[in-house]
């Protein structure tokens, strides 16, 4: 169960510009997301995964987070 507290305090990624829009670079795929609510949760739960529950970064697959959320 995700502790809602600390996953509130999880700051949100750095942003990067790509082709004039902002964009995350994520973790687990190695490549610039462009950024959306979705994936602003997403990468936010990759964070928690990796740094609360320490979970492995190659145990993550973004289609099983999609699925999460």
């Known amino acids: 169960m995700i502790n809602v507290e600390k ?6 990624p750095v942003t990067y ?5 902002e964009s995350y670079l994520d973790p687990v795929r190695q490549q610039l997301i462009y950024v959306t609510p979705e994936e602003t949760i997403r ?3 990759i964070q928690y995964l990796l740094q609360e529950l320490n979970v492995p970064l190659n145990m993550l697959n973004p289609v099983y987070i999609t699925v999460l959320l």
């Open 7 to 12: 996953f509130n305090k999880i700051n949100n």
């Open 17 to 21: 510009s790509r082709r004039g829009k």
């Open 43 to 45: 990468q936010r739960t």
